[in-house]
């Protein structure tokens, strides 16, 4: 019994060294062809990347939903001011928009420190640009609401990227930078609607 036990242990180890054995066309590639390949693979994946990007960013602008969530607002002076993405943004939805602007550290007139302005969309003007490699939409809105009318002039890169103009009744404007984002995946909170 002893015999037997022995040479099963034996025939388990002697298997395991030589399924290790290689012979020398399997050895591995050699330090610069791997770091060759890994730039290679990574460099498909941003490809792939990028023509997803391409791919959401079209069908959200045609289909006139998307939410322009803005990591830096800049005003008449162009100054660039970092802020909450999930309480500063623009949301389009079909024929409804709304502008936000709000901070984390006031109450303001919708409760996030700022103001909310809900409307209907009377116009959406989207004319696309296509340059070698990429795409770029220019859109304009005009938004009627209880406070007055809004005309927003979006930017926006076959990457999703983009920067909105926003001019109101009054002279001035603010610009929204940032990145466009699906309604179903967004993080904003929206505050109570100042009209």
């Keep these: ?5 022995l040479i099963g242990i034996l025939t388990v180890f002697s298997i395991g060294s030589f399924s290790q054995y290689t012979s020398p066309e399997d050895q591995l590639l050699s330090k610069k062809e791997q770091r060759r390949l ?48 999930t309480l500063n943004f623009i949301l389009v939805d079909s024929t409804e928009a709304v502008i936000q602007l709000g901070s984390a550290y006031g109450i303001g007139y919708n409760g996030v420190g700022g103001i909310t302005i809900e409307g209907s969309i009377t116009k959406y003007e989207l004319i696309e640009k296509q340059s070698k490699n990429a795409v770029s ?39 929204y930078s940032g990145k466009l984002v699906p309604l179903g995946q967004s993080r904003i909170y929206k505050g109570m609607s100042s009209s």
Excluded at 1 to 5: N, T
Excluded at 62 to 82: K, Q, T, V
Excluded at 146 to 170: E, H, P
């Design 137 to 175: 939409y220019s859109i304009t809105l005009f938004v009627m609401s209880s406070l007055g009318t809004y005309d927003i002039q979006l930017w926006v890169s076959s990457s999703g990227n983009a920067d909105a103009t926003v001019r109101g009744n009054f002279s001035g404007s603010v610009t």
């Design 38 to 85: 890994a730039r290679e693979h990574k460099l498909a994946e941003k490809h792939a990347e990028e023509e997803k990007n391409r791919e959401i960013t079209a069908y959200m602008v045609n289909d006139h939903r998307f939410i322009l969530e803005a990591d830096f607002i800049s005003g008449r002076s162009g100054s660039r001011y970092p802020v909450n993405s």
């Design 1 to 5: 019994m002893k015999k037997f036990l």
